[in-house]
C-alpha cells in the first residue's frame, strides 16, 4: 500500500526509473551506505556507552540504585545542581532577552562587536573559563568581588557557560517580528508595557523557552568552569557532575553510574520539552 | 518632549545593563587573564609554553583534532543529507540522538567510555589482549573528544539544506549526473557555510573539551595531558605562569574562532 503510495508521488527519478523517496538519492553508493554509517556511528559513539552507563547503574539491582542516588552526599550535590541551574537559567533568560533587544533594536558603536562576543562562552574552553572567573572573583580580585569556592561562584559560572543560549534562541525572532503591529498599537494608545507583554512577548516565547531548556540542560551538566573557581566541597560547593568525578575516582562505578543516570534523565526530559516547544511553534506558523 | 526624554532614558538603562552584564561576566575575566599572564614578561610566558610538557600537551590537543574534526564533518554531511533528503524511518530518533552529547555531562561522558572501554568495562579486556589499551590513552581522548563534539557539523548543516531545497540537485539528476557528481558540483558548494561554520565550532570544542577528556585521560604528564588538562595541572602544582600562558594560547584560539564565525557569516551574507 505505502509503496503504491509513492509511486503516484511526483518524485520519481526518471534517470533510475526506480521511484526514489526524497526525489533524489544521497551520495556514495547510494542511501545505504550512508544510513549505514550514520546509524553505526551513532551506535558506537552515543548509543553503546550510554546502554553501558544504565546497565552499570542497576548492576547491584534497585536498592543498589536507590542507595546510591539517596546517599546524602549525592542528593546534597543534585539539589545545589539543580537550584543553582534555575537560579541561573532565570536571570539568563531576563538577560538574554534584554541583550537580544539591545543587539536588535538598539543601535551604538562597536555593536557588531558586542555581538560576536556573546559566543565567546562557546569557544572559550571550560577550564580556561574556570581560571579566568577565578582571577577577577577571587582572593585577589582586581574588583574587590571575592567569591571564590562559595555557592555564588557556582552560580557565576554557570551565568558566564549558558548566557548564549537565550540571546542566540531569541535573536533571531525578535528580528523578525512584524513593527507594523507595534505602531498600530501604539497608534492605538497601547502603553510600552503592554506592547512588549501582549504583542512582543508573546512572539519571543518560544525562543525564551528553547534558550532556557538547552541552559538548564547545559548547567545541569557543567563541570569544566567550576572545577578551580568552586572549591568542590562536598556539601557546599559541590556539584553532580563533580560527586560523579568522586565516585569514578573511589572506583565506585555503580553510585557513580546511578548518579549519571538520575542527571541524564533530567537532560533528556528538558531535551523532550524543546522538541515539544519546536513542534508547536512551528504549527503556530502555519 | 518629556516623553521622548524618557523613551531615550530606558532606551539608555536598557543598552547599559546589557553592557554591563557583558563586561562583568565576559570581557572583564578576558581582559584580565591577557593582563595577568604577561606579569613576568613575554619570556617567561615563552618559557612556560615551550617546555616539554606543554609541547606534548599541545601535540596532542591537535591530533586530537585532526583525527575528530574530518570524522565529525563527514558524519555530520550524512546525517543532515539523511535527516533533510531521505524519508528513513526512524528519522526522529537519529535526530533526538544527535543532540544528545548537548544534554550529557561531560563526566558522564567520560564514565560511559570508561564503563565500555576501561579494563573493567565491557569490551575493555578483550581490546587489552589484542594490545589495544583505550582509556588511559591515546584513543579513548580521541573518543570522548568525538562524542562531545558530533552534533555541531550536523546542527549547522541541517537548516541549510533544508532552505536551499532540491530544484538543482533533481534537475542535474534529469541530466543524468551520478550521485557523487550532485554532491560534489551542487549540494556540497550550497552548503559550504553551513559545514565551514560546523567545522569552526567542532574544533573549538575538540580543542577546549575539559570534563570527558579528565575521566578518560589518567592525566599523565607528557603523554595523556591536553592542553586544557595542562592548564588545570599547572594551576594546581601552582605554577600560575604556566597555567596563564597556557590559558591565553586557549582564549586566543577562541577569538580566532569568533573571528572566523563573524568573518564567515558576513560573507555568507
Not at chain 1, 526509473?17 to 549505514?36: T, V
Not at chain 1, 540504585?65 to 543534585?78: D, E, I, M, R, T
Not at chain 1, 557557560?161 to 501604539?186: G, N, Y
Request: hydrophobic share 55%; charged share 15%.
Amino acid at each position: 500500500m505505502s509503496s503504491d503510495a509513492q509511486a503516484v508521488e511526483p518524485a520519481v527519478s526518471p534517470a533510475g526509473g526506480k521511484p526514489s523517496r526524497a526525489g533524489i538519492r544521497l551520495p556514495g553508493a547510494g542511501d545505504a551506505l550512508n544510513k549505514g554509517l550514520v546509524v553505526t556511528y551513532l551506535g558506537l559513539i552515543v548509543l553503546l556507552p550510554l546502554a553501558a552507563i544504565a546497565t552499570k547503574s542497576f548492576e547491584d539491582g534497585l536498592g543498589g540504585f536507590w542507595n546510591a542516588v539517596s546517599s546524602p552526599q549525592a542528593v546534597a550535590s543534585l539539589e545545589l545542581t539543580v537550584t543553582a541551574s534555575l537560579i541561573v537559567v532565570a536571570i539568563n533568560a531576563v538577560m538574554g532577552t534584554l541583550i537580544a533587544w539591545v543587539l536588535v533594536r538598539d543601535n551604538f558603536r562597536g555593536k557588531g562587536v558586542v555581538n560576536s562576543v556573546i559566543d565567546l562562552p562557546f569557544a572559550l574552553p571550560t577550564i580556561v573559563a574556570s581560571l579566568t572567573l577565578l582571577v577577577v572573583y577571587g582572593k585577589d580580585s582586581p574588583v574587590g568581588i571575592n567569591i571564590a569556592f562559595t555557592q555564588a561562584a557556582v552560580v557565576v559560572a554557570l551565568l558566564f557557560v549558558t548566557l548564549p543560549f537565550v540571546v542566540r534562541a531569541v535573536q533571531p525572532l525578535l528580528l523578525s517580528i512584524d513593527r507594523d503591529m507595534e505602531t498600530a498599537a501604539e497608534s492605538l494608545g497601547a502603553s510600552k508595557t503592554r506592547i512588549f507583554w501582549r504583542i512582543i512577548f508573546p512572539n519571543l516565547a518560544p525562543g525564551i523557552a528553547t534558550g532556557i531548556a538547552l541552559a538548564f540542560a547545559r548547567a545541569l551538566g557543567e563541570f569544566g568552569s567550576l572545577i578551580l573557581i568552586s572549591g568542590n566541597v562536598p556539601f557546599k560547593t559541590e556539584v553532580s557532575s563533580v560527586f560523579i568525578r568522586g565516585q569514578i575516582e573511589s572506583d565506585n562505578l555503580v553510585g557513580a553510574s546511578a548518579v549519571s543516570v538520575v542527571l541524564l534523565a533530567i537532560s533528556l526530559l528538558m531535551l523532550a520539552f524543546i522538541t515539544f516547544v519546536q513542534r508547536r511553534g512551528s504549527r503556530h506558523d502555519q | 518632549m518629556t516623553s521622548n526624554f524618557k523613551s531615550n532614558i530606558s532606551r539608555w538603562s536598557l543598552r547599559y545593563i546589557a553592557l554591563g552584564y557583558l563586561l562583568m561576566l565576559l570581557l572583564l575575566p578576558i581582559g584580565v587573564i591577557l593582563v595577568r599572564t604577561f606579569d613576568e614578561g613575554v619570556g617567561a610566558v615563552i618559557d612556560a609554553i615551550t617546555t616539554p610538557d606543554a609541547l606534548a600537551a599541545l601535540r596532542l590537543s591537535l591530533l586530537t583534532v585532526i583525527i575528530a574534526v574530518p570524522l565529525n564533518t563527514v558524519f555530520g554531511i550524512a546525517c543532515a543529507l539523511i535527516m533533510v533528503r531521505s524519508n528513513m524511518r526512524g528519522k526522529s530518533i537519529i535526530n533526538a540522538l544527535i543532540d544528545v552529547p548537548f544534554a550529557v555531562s561531560p563526566v558522564v561522558i567520560g564514565l560511559a567510555l570508561v564503563l565500555v572501554y576501561g579494563t573493567q568495562g565491557w569490551f575493555g579486556a578483550d581490546l587489552a589482549a589484542i594490545g589495544i589499551q583505550v582509556i588511559f590513552s591515546t584513543p579513548g581522548i580521541v573518543m570522548a573528544v568525538i562524542f562531545v563534539s558530533l552534533p555541531f557539523v550536523a546542527r549547522e548543516v541541517i537548516p541549510v539544506l533544508q532552505e536551499v531545497g532540491d530544484d538543482q540537485e533533481k534537475a542535474a539528476e534529469t541530466l543524468g549526473a551520478s550521485s557523487w557528481q550532485i554532491f560534489w558540483k551542487i549540494t556540497l558548494p550550497a552548503i559550504r557555510w553551513g559545514v565551514s561554520y560546523g567545522i569552526v565550532l567542532t574544533t573549538a570544542r575538540a580543542l577546549g573539551e575539559f570534563g570527558a577528556v579528565t575521566i578518560v585521560s589518567g592525566r599523565i604528564s607528557g603523554e595523556t595531558e591536553t592542553l586544557p588538562l595542562f592548564v588545570q595541572k599547572e594551576f594546581e602544582t601552582f605554577n600560575s605562569v604556566g597555567a596563564y600562558s597556557a590559558s591565553m594560547l586557549l582564549a586566543l584560539l577562541a577569538l580566532a574562532t569568533l573571528l572566523a564565525l563573524n568573518l564567515m557569516r558576513r560573507k555568507e551574507n
